[in-house]
């Protein structure tokens, strides 16, 4: 079909190569000897720190100029020894590598959907003509040939807009495939597309292949070698182990568990609950119809009436209990997060209710506690955190000050709280050693533990937590979920949208599982949660 | 890109024609409209241009939809020309400083029309007219240079997703007990908060898709593009159409006796 020659996998070599950001003080990468022949599968693991990222981007050309404003120091960045492909600079050699990174929203590049395919090839100068074949062959290559070439890319899932990625880089021809966590921010049904859709163009080029990925599980049986990085220094080698992934995992399985590495078949020991009694009734919703859009006016015609949003899902009935857990479960799409967001108090229902018993608005403790009504979304602010706490999915959504102490004080000052409590959850969450730091410098796994400590300072009774185990290590995962645990029984209610069964079946309580938007009458009513069975999801480990 | 700026599902004829013989038109009829302030000249190219609303896939409901803003700022810009321009003529309304005299009310009425028919072609062109398509035209045929024309064109894209950012951090900050009540200044406050956690996740964006952009190989000196951007004779029409109007507009004007150069008259 196209004239072009087929794809010519790449090789790798690392002489003492390592790389200093500008303005970092200590290298991301240093001493790095690394040889990966052409056609090899590469496992890339290693702590947070350990360069990974750095050494992915370094490889993808694309390190330098964009990353050297992020710090905000003049200083130049920093390389030493060589990394080349192929035996020449990757910067010299423009569309070698494909790199494919974490976050879906901004791998696309343009609205349509072949447009957004073709993007790479243009740039790479490939003919006008052969651009097209290429761009159907790589669409049908990741599954997505079933769509029209003029398809809106926003319209597109978060696994299918990876996979449309990986089209892209694709349609390049690369030698070498470069993937910087595809998945972490993906459900579990798409992790599992994006992974099947790399292992059939792998098979089908022959390209080389380097994954920097958590989830072990996922990625074992496509790769045919593990390579553990730790971060660097000057006398140590930046490759702490080199292997065949059960050798490896063999031999390093305590160390990479210790790394918080998500190693097959092992599951983080988390602390049993202890009174898993559910107490009083403090939330609950009748006939609950949800939708992040506003009310719209109508035109002149129909008089400038309201007409409500079209809700993703209704005729929710929930009921939040002290000391309970609730687990709100479905597939994408079917309004879990807009859920729960609603029996927040931070979205107004579409239609139904949502009503706080007076054991919640009433508070006859808390010093905010008068004239709380029972809609949580008409409550004031202030009125709100005190007894409903929201933990989003992206916790820098939720920073509003430059420094860690700061960021948990917000709260209980807000409220006229002591200070007791917040240096009680910096213990608690191992944040002592951080409270003059920036909240926006902190790692993927502090981030996340800081979000849900600001979160509890002002003492909520309600917990709300929007996919709270998504791109965390085994290490932080485990950490968070006895630390729910240890709420749950001291009479904290936790609500959580998760597609994590091993983490609910930790915290317990009922399950609310949400069906489809299509789905005719959709009336989900809290069911019993089963326990996790064999085929349960791991959860994936932070970003480096 | 969000459903506003897709012309997805729309077969009309103008949809066809090339982007940049759309904005050559387009911008010949601005031109002359916004040489003079007269209401013939005005509403002989608004009449042409609402004949023209089913060629472009466009009924009345869908123009108000789409470019209600800009009909109200027109309205309200000739409203405030017929209360503050000196009077002249017969006072038709007087309230102390406010007053309506036929002479300031022919001007309003001038400057509301002149409005609509400037605002209008731009509803039109970007109704019909895909932004990618338009970006195509610009750097192939206007030879303007891809990076510029590509670059905006992605970060367009990022501009639909900071609607949806902003909504998520109102409800982020008021889950931490930033609320949008109190008196105005713990408002604005609350806002200019809102407005900085934006700014950051936007900056962020922005940089993942420039390493995305990067990444495929974009930045490049050439690049060869799989949607050549070419001419047809309906292009043909399209600019005849345009300096017809805008010619139509000039002569009735000039008929009729109300030319009115901006930059002549008196100020």
């Known amino acids: 079909m196209t004239s072009s020659p087929g794809v010519r996998p790449a090789a790798v070599t690392a002489r003492g190569w390592g790389w200093r950001h500008a303005g970092r003080p200590r290298p991301a990468v240093s001493g790095l000897d690394l040889d990966i022949r052409p056609g090899e599968r590469v496992l890339l693991l290693g702590p947070s720190g350990a360069g990974k990222s750095t050494l992915l981007h370094a490889l993808a050309g694309v390190l330098g100029d964009s990353t050297a404003g992020e710090a905000g120091d003049a200083e130049e960045s920093d390389e030493t020894g060589s990394l080349l492909i192929d035996g020449a600079v990757p910067r010299a050699q423009r569309g070698r590598a494909g790199l494919v990174q974490q976050d879906p929203e901004t791998q696309v590049v343009l609205s349509r959907l072949g447009d957004d395919v073709a993007f790479g090839a243009e740039n790479l100068s490939v003919p006008a003509g052969e651009i097209w074949p290429r761009v159907r062959e790589a669409l049908d290559d990741v599954g997505l040939g079933w769509l029209p070439l003029d398809h809106p890319t926003s319209a ?40 099947d859709a790399v292992g059939r163009c792998l098979d089908k080029t022959g390209a080389t292949l380097v994954v920097v990925e958590h989830r072990v599980a996922v990625w074992k049986d496509l790769v045919d070698r593990i390579v553990v990085l730790q971060p660097g220094s000057a006398t140590d080698s930046a490759v702490l182990i080199d292997g065949p992934p059960d050798q490896v995992l063999a031999e390093a399985r305590d160390m990479l568990i210790g790394a918080g590495v998500w190693v097959p078949g092992y599951v983080p020991a988390t602390r049993t609950r202890t009174a898993p009694a559910s107490g009083q009734l403090l939330l609950s919703s009748d006939a609950l119809a949800v939708s992040r859009e506003r009310p719209r006016r109508a035109g002149l015609r129909q008089g400038f009436r309201t007409i409500a949003p079209r809700p993703v899902q209704s005729g929710v009935m929930a009921r939040v209990r002290a000391g309970e857990a609730l687990t709100i479960t479905g597939q994408n799409g079917s309004g879990k997060s807009t859920l729960a967001l609603t029996l927040a108090g931070l979205l107004r229902p579409v239609a139904g209710t949502v009503s706080a018993t007076t054991e919640l608005s009433g508070c006859a403790d808390r010093r905010v506690g008068d004239g709380a009504g029972t809609d949580p979304y008409r409550w004031k602010a202030q009125q ?22 700061d960021e948990l004080m917000f709260g209980p000052r807000h409220l006229g709280y002591g200070e007791d409590r917040v240096d009680e959850l910096l213990e608690r969450l191992r944040l002592t050693e951080l409270v003059d730091a920036n909240p926006y410098t902190l790692s993927g796994g502090e981030k996340r533990r800081l979000s849900v400590a600001t979160v509890l300072a002002a003492h909520p009774q309600v917990l709300v937590l929007d996919e709270p185990t998504f791109g965390q290590d085994a290490n932080t995962w485990a950490e968070l979920a006895s630390f729910l645990s240890e709420l749950l029984d001291a009479g904290t209610a936790v609500v959580s949208v998760t597609h994590d069964a091993e983490f609910s079946a930790v915290l317990g309580g009922t399950e609310l599982r949400l069906h489809g938007r299509d789905a005719a009458g959709s009336g989900a009513v809290n069911a019993a949660v089963n326990a996790a069975g064999p085929d349960r999801e791991l959860p994936e480990a932070a970003a480096s | 890109m969000r459903d506003e700026l897709s012309v997805r ?33 005005a509403s002989v190219a608004l009449a042409f241009e609402l004949m023209l609303l089913p060629l472009a896939g466009l009924t009345v409901a869908l123009l108000w939809q789409r470019g209600w803003p800009l009909i109200l700022a027109a309205a309200l810009g000739g409203w405030s020309t017929a209360i503050l321009a000196p009077d002249a003529g017969a006072v038709l309304f007087d309230a102390g400083i406010w007053s309506i005299s036929a002479g300031s009310l022919q001007l309003g009425i001038g400057f509301m029309l002149r409005g609509l028919a400037i605002a209008l072609p731009a509803v039109l062109l970007m109704s019909c007219t895909d932004p990618t398509d338009l970006a195509d035209a610009l750097a192939q045929n206007a030879k303007l240079p891809h990076r510029f024309v590509l670059g905006t064109l992605a970060a367009m894209r990022l501009v639909g997703i900071m609607a949806e950012q902003w909504q998520t951090i109102g409800m982020a900050r008021r889950a931490r007990g930033v609320g949008s009540s109190g008196n105005p200044y713990q408002r604005f406050r609350a806002t200019m908060g809102q407005s900085f956690g934006l700014l950051v996740q936007a900056i962020r964006s922005a940089s993942r898709l420039a390493v995305t952009m990067e990444a495929r190989g974009f930045g490049g000196a050439a690049r060869t593009w799989a949607r050549p951007s070419t001419f047809s004779g309906l292009d043909a029409w399209v600019l005849l159409g345009g300096l017809g109007i805008a010619a139509a507009a000039v002569a009735a004007a000039l008929g009729a006796g109300t030319w009115n150069l901006v930059f002549l008259t008196r100020q």
């Open chain 2, 9 to 41: 599902g729309n077969h009309a004829l103008l949809t066809r024609a090339n982007p940049l013989a759309k904005f050559t038109a387009v911008t010949m009829v601005t031109l002359v409209l916004a040489l003079s302030i007269d209401w013939v000249s």
């Open chain 1, 156 to 195: 597109l899932s978060g696994g299918q807009k990876q996979r449309l990625a990986l089209a892209g880089i694709l349609a390049m021809r690369p030698g070498l495939l470069l993937l910087d966590e595809p998945t972490a921010n993906l459900d579990p049904a798409g992790v599992l597309e994006v992974r």
């Open chain 1, 384 to 405: 709100l955190i005190a007894r409903i706490g929201t933990v989003f999915q992206e916790p820098e959504h939720q920073f509003v000050t430059g420094r860690v102490h």
